[in-house]
């Protein structure tokens, strides 16, 4: 069912965070992951403490958007705007939320000098790669290679 966010606030990432969004990820994503989330929001805080976006409404996390600017990867010399985890709460889907949190990111972004934003988007993950593209972004030819180690 879905719930009105007229209240809806985009504020930067804290690290009193944590429980949302460990408790977001787990409704998206079924597993509770308290650890990995305590290690990437410590990071993209030691990082830059306000290029990551978090949405509140009605008291709770029910959005996020996790990047920052890199230099120099993938031979990309350019300073590059990431967009690395980003994740909004079932119940307030369809209501810009995410979009909200790119608009705001990507104006931090380009404040600290990115002059292109990248991100990699698992093509099984239904809807993202659609989400992107509303919001302007274009598949470039870069292709993603794995190979297992174990
Ligand atoms: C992708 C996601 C962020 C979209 O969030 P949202 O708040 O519903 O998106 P918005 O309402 O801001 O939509 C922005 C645009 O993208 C489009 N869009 C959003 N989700 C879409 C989907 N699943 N399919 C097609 N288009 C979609 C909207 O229609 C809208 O277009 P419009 O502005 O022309 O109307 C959200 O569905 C999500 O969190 N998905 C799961 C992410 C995930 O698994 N993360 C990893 C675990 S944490």
């Known amino acids: 069912m879905s719930e009105k966010s007229s209240e809806l606030q985009i504020r930067s990432l804290e690290d009193t965070d944590l429980g949302g969004i460990t ?3 787990e409704k998206i994503g079924g597993e509770y992951r308290p650890e990995v989330w305590e290690r990437r929001i410590g990071y993209y805080l030691r990082r830059d403490p306000e290029a990551s976006v978090v949405a509140e409404a009605d008291g709770k996390v ?3 958007m996790l990047g920052e600017v890199r230099s120099g990867e993938f031979g990309l010399e350019e300073p590059t705007g990431w967009i690395e985890v980003l994740g909004v709460d079932p ?3 369809g209501q810009a939320v995410g979009r909200r949190l790119a608009d ?3 104006e931090h972004l380009r404040r600290r000098g ?3 934003v990248r ?3 698992d ?3 239904g809807g993202i790669a659609e989400f992107f593209e509303k919001l302007g972004f274009e598949p470039v030819p870069m292709r993603s290679f794995a190979k297992r180690l174990s």
């Open 62 to 64: 029910v959005g996020f």
């Open 114 to 116: 990115a002059t292109t």
């Open 91 to 93: 119940d307030y889907r």
């Open 23 to 25: 408790a977001l990820d």
């Open 119 to 121: 991100t990699l988007v």
């Open 104 to 106: 705001e990111m990507l």
């Open 123 to 125: 093509e099984e993950m």
